[in-house]
């Protein structure tokens, strides 16, 4: 995988906290599926202030956020794919990766992903999620067969892996809270 773009100091942005907010709420579900705030999201414009110049490279700031797609209950770990052109991403209550392209729209990339949370791609752009339901980290090979690369540490299951990056020298790091053994965003276990 060729180098981030961005390597380095990550640029710093601030956003319009009404807006940033608005967005934020609407992706996690909190607002369920009103109308209103839906046709106030197509249309609403996030303002950005710039502390690296390095930020117009990742993002169009004249360009206004557009919804693509509905209908998930909770949304998490985007990730675009550079040599596929896809979106992939979780819906952690609905149990599936999606994955979304300009020119096929939304499709299913893995049904039954076990309450999959955070995804980020290695350096040889396989997939790496983290899944609440079983408490490991997995990497989709390029052939689609998925490996598990983490699930226990000191002997010692993992809670619920949540997040994860991918560092420069190929060292994954993920974080693992307890809150994928809870009811509402996990499967309850001691």
Not at 30 to 58: K, N, P
Not at 79 to 95: A, Q, R
Not at 155 to 180: A, C, H, M, Q, W
């Amino acid at each position: 995988m060729p180098p981030h773009r961005g390597a380095g100091q990550a640029p710093q942005v601030r956003h319009d906290r009404q807006n940033l907010s608005a967005f934020l709420n609407y992706g996690s579900g909190c607002l369920g599926r009103d109308s209103s705030f839906r046709i106030f999201f197509e249309i609403m414009r996030i303002r950005y202030e710039i502390h690296d110049e390095r930020f117009r490279q990742l993002i169009d700031t004249k360009e206004d956020l557009k919804t693509i797609t509905t209908g998930f209950r909770f949304l998490e770990g985007p990730v675009w794919h550079p040599y596929d052109h896809v979106l992939i991403f979780s819906d952690i209550l609905g149990n599936c990766l999606y994955q979304w392209s300009a020119d096929q729209g939304i499709a299913t990339f893995r049904e039954h992903s076990y309450m999959a949370n955070g995804n980020t791609l290695d350096r040889q752009g396989r997939l790496l999620t983290c899944e609440h339901a079983t408490s490991r980290v997995t990497r989709t090979e390029r052939d689609g067969s998925v490996e598990v690369i983490a699930s226990h540490y000191n002997g010692k299951e993992l809670n619920s892996p949540n997040d994860i990056v991918v560092r420069s020298d190929n060292g994954i790091y993920f974080t693992d809270p307890n809150s994928g053994r809870e009811p509402r965003v996990g499967v309850p276990r001691g």
